[in-house]
RNA sequence: CGGGGCGUAGCUCAGCCCGGUAGAGCACUGCGUUUGGGACGCAGAAGUCGUCGGUUCAAAUCCGGCCGCCCCGACCA
């Protein structure tokens, strides 16, 4: 492609709604352009370089069996009420209706439509397993949209849905895609962590999400490099270490003036933060069928809320933070609360399973300026619900070995989910077994999104000059610059040129009559990384330029024989990025805590 | 949805506080010079100042509603 008859721009300044390092990068580049938020055209730059990732999974997905299909992105809204989801997800679900007022929906992930092919097609446990996947857009109205392309609302999944006749066969389809997707990070140049991960809305039980690590990640991700532990934070376990103690003491009431918050508590009365208790309070809905109910969680006070595992504790559909008046409203003074003063029938008491165990706590009296010393379980107060619902932290005990968690940030590049029967029970999805009996298609569903690990491509392969893309994703290999308007330089790279591409070489051509500095700025900055550089001065010291990206040190190649040499450089290229495949975590090399 | 910020030329932004002639740099067009790391001169084109309403003799500027975009939070595969 010759760059004066380009389209996309690049930009000397990113436009001001772009923030992080790719999504400046992307649009500076001349990748990107958005339309609205978390609404994005992607230029030619772009658009070769997501089908070159398609292409990556295209080839993963069918190493492991796979067979590309294309399911459509407008669905009736029956198979979703089928699956129940259309009750379940709110206003994330784009919904519309047709000229006739039938309710559709635009697609947010195809497990129905998956579950209904199974209904058409698999009759027999002889037509299990299968696999099958498409690349096909997305639609997902977030809350928020933020992070340029990381979290967008409209975008291109691979996703990928395995049918297998029972849990066995679910499992191993399940670890060839976790060993895949592994592969498909090294093949994109990006390092990728499996953490555990909750299944959410698409329901099921073991779930692992696929981490690029980065500090503008926007999922916290609690990691063990000794014991290999790995977890969203949201399903983090961690070990709970209880303050030892000989003996109760009494439940004393001491007057702690001022001391509203656990650290000034803990600083007044002379214990540390682990000697403390604390009482946090929410609304939890629990669907149309039952009123809200206000939720008093008491943790140690050195610790924090775990929402996620406070909501399935209550098995409540939502929760929020509850207002002063709300708790007021129980007899609760915020800020002094108390374990041991709630009156049972007005709130939901869960505690943190650390909590027995833990000795003569100081917590809130339930009156400003008062607090207990020697508070204990069993003796002063009681709840309903003991349960593991404290949000872990950097430097608490791995569930494995008691090494110490660090809490990292990452971006979900890919996600793996077990989902069993969920959609074949609700949808009817069913095979006829070697005895004749019916039974349900265990699925699993497996995702990718084709612009987010672009956008993490990006992330991780920029410096202050652009883009410096791995030769895998580079929408070319190579960027093949001539300079100055003398007739034996334009001569030699217009024949170079038709030479590279004849022999199938993916070269840019910047043709234009532009100064020296703005093709090197623009080559740095769409990221090609290979350059070839034809002018006077290469001439006449016998040949083309031709390296590296940014790379000073540049050999000198005879035109004769530049073809060659470049497609030497670019087999090189590939050739590096190949060295990642080698020591690649694997499903079975991993430890079991973090599997499950 | 809560908190904060922003909306002026294709892009980045100034002007707004203190109301009165709409600006700069980059990009663009023409001519000339220049050609190894975002050149230079001259000339030119380009903006319903997000939108609707209010105040005023007069609104980019003050006030209000709405819309859009960004950030933090809530939520989320």
């Not at 407008?74 to 009420?81: C, D, F, K, L, M």
């Not at 519309?96 to 039938?102: I, V």
């Not at 030769?471 to 190579?478: G, K, Q, T």
């Not at 740095?524 to 031709?546: M, N």
Request: charged fraction near 25%.
């Amino acid at each position: 492609m010759r760059l004066s008859k380009f389209f996309g721009e690049t930009l000397r300044e990113a436009p001001s709604e772009s923030d992080s390092a790719s999504s400046q990068m992307l649009a500076r580049a001349g990748y990107v352009r958005q339309l609205a938020a978390g609404l994005y055209s992607y230029l030619p730059l772009a658009h070769r370089s997501l089908r070159k990732i398609e292409q990556i999974l295209r080839e993963e997905m069918d190493a492991i069996g796979g067979q590309e299909l294309c399911m459509p992105v407008v669905h009736p809204a029956e198979i979703w009420q089928e699956s129940g989801r259309w009750y379940d997800i709110g206003d994330e679900m784009g919904r519309f209706q047709d000229r006739k007022g039938r309710d559709l929906v635009l697609a947010l992930t195809h497990e129905e439509v998956v579950a209904t092919l199974c209904k058409s097609e698999i009759r027999s446990y002889r037509q299990l397993p299968q696999l099958v996947y498409h690349m096909q857009t997305k639609f997902r109205d977030e809350l928020r949209a933020r992070g340029g392309l990381i979290r967008v609302r409209e975008f291109v999944m691979k996703d990928s849905y395995s049918l297998d006749k029972d849990m066995e066969g679910l499992q191993s389809q399940y670890v060839a895609h976790y060993d895949a997707y592994h592969r498909i990070g090294a093949r994109l140049g990006l390092d990728l962590v499996a953490v555990k991960s909750d299944p959410g809305m698409m329901g099921g039980k073991t779930a692992h999400e696929f981490m690029y690590l980065t500090p503008v990640g926007e999922d916290s991700l609690a990691v063990c490099e000794e014991t290999g532990y790995a977890s969203n934070l949201d399903v983090a376990m961690f070990q709970k270490i209880p303050e030892s103690s000989d003996s109760q003491e009494p439940l004393t009431r001491i007057h702690t003036p001022g001391q509203s918050t656990i650290a000034k508590v803990a600083k007044f009365c002379g214990v540390s933060k682990r000697q403390t208790g604390k009482m946090v309070f929410f609304m939890g809905d629990f669907g149309l069928e039952h009123p809200p109910r206000l939720i008093a969680a008491c943790i140690r006070g050195d610790m924090e809320i775990n929402e996620l595992q406070l909501r399935y504790a209550v098995k409540a559909q939502a929760l929020r933070p509850a207002e002063a008046d709300e708790i007021t409203a129980i007899g609760c003074v915020p800020g002094y609360a108390s374990f041991c003063d709630i009156d049972p029938s007005k709130a939901l008491l869960v505690a943190d399973d650390l909590i027995p165990q833990s000795a003569n706590l100081v917590v809130g009296a339930n009156e400003k300026d008062w607090h207990y010393t020697g508070t204990n379980y069993g003796r002063d107060f009681t709840a309903d619900i003991i349960a593991p619902i404290a949000l872990a932290y950097d430097g608490a005990p791995d569930p494995i070995d008691g090494k110490p968690l660090r809490i990292v940030r990452g971006i979900e590049v890919g996600n793996i989910f077990q989902l069993g029967t969920r959609y074949s029970d609700t949808m009817g999805a069913t095979y006829t077994d070697e005895t004749g009996e019916e039974l349900p298609i265990f699925m699993g569903s497996y995702g990718i999104g084709v612009g987010r690990a672009l956008a993490c491509v990006a992330e991780e392969h920029s410096d202050d000059y652009g883009l410096d893309l791995p030769i895998s994703v580079a929408p070319y290999h190579v960027i093949l610059v001539s300079l100055g308007r003398s007739g034996d330089v334009h001569d030699a790279a217009e024949n170079l040129y038709f030479e590279l591409l004849n022999s199938g070489v993916e070269v840019l051509y910047d043709d234009r009559p532009v100064s020296p500095g703005v093709k090197f700025a623009d080559a740095d900055l769409r990221g090609i990384p290979l350059r070839c550089t034809v002018s006077s001065r290469s001439l006449g010291r016998g040949g083309v330029e031709f390296g590296r990206r940014r790379s000073k040190d540049l050999d000198i190649i005879p035109l004769d024989d530049a073809v060659k040499g470049i497609q030497e450089g670019i087999t090189q290229c590939f050739r590096k990025l190949q060295q990642r495949l080698e020591h690649l975590p694997t499903w079975a090399s991993r430890s079991k805590d973090s599997q499950s």
